[in-house]
C-alpha cells in the first residue's frame, strides 16, 4: 500500500467517529484548544484529547504552542487527498449512469419503432 493510500486509510477511519467529524467541523469555522472542543461534550477532557490525537495522527490536524495556550489547527490539505479520491469515483459513477441512459434511450427508440402486434 502507498503512502496516500495509508494516509486516506488513517484519514477515514479518523472520521468514522461522529465526535471526530463534530470536532473537524468545528475547528473548519476557527481554532480552539483541546478545553475548548471539549465544552460542549459530556466527556472528560482526556476522552476529548484522545479524540483530537486520533485526529492528529491521521493529519487532519495539528497542534501549535501559543503562550499558555495550544492551539488545534485544522489541516486543509488532508481534505485535496480526500477530495482526488471522492472526485475519481465519482467521475467514474457519472460516466456508468451515461451509459446506462444511453442503453435506456435506445430500448425506447427501440419499443417507439416496433409495431404492435394484434392482440386477436
Do not use: C
Amino acid at each position: 500500500m502507498d503512502d496516500s493510500a495509508a494516509r486516506l486509510n488513517r484519514v477515514f477511519a479518523a472520521l468514522a467517529d461522529p465526535t471526530r467529524r463534530d470536532l473537524v467541523a468545528r475547528l473548519a469555522a476557527a481554532d480552539a484548544t483541546v478545553g475548548e472542543l471539549a465544552e460542549p461534550y459530556e466527556m472528560s477532557l482526556q476522552a476529548v484529547s484522545k479524540h483530537v490525537k486520533v485526529l492528529e495522527e491521521a493529519g487532519l490536524v495539528t497542534r501549535s504552542k501559543d503562550a499558555q495556550r495550544r492551539p488545534v489547527h485544522l489541516d486543509a490539505a488532508v481534505f485535496d487527498l480526500m477530495t482526488k479520491w471522492i472526485e475519481r469515483y465519482r467521475r467514474q459513477v457519472e460516466e456508468r449512469y451515461r451509459r446506462l441512459d444511453d442503453v435506456l434511450a435506445g430500448m425506447a427508440d427501440d419499443d417507439t419503432r416496433t409495431p404492435e402486434k394484434d392482440a386477436s
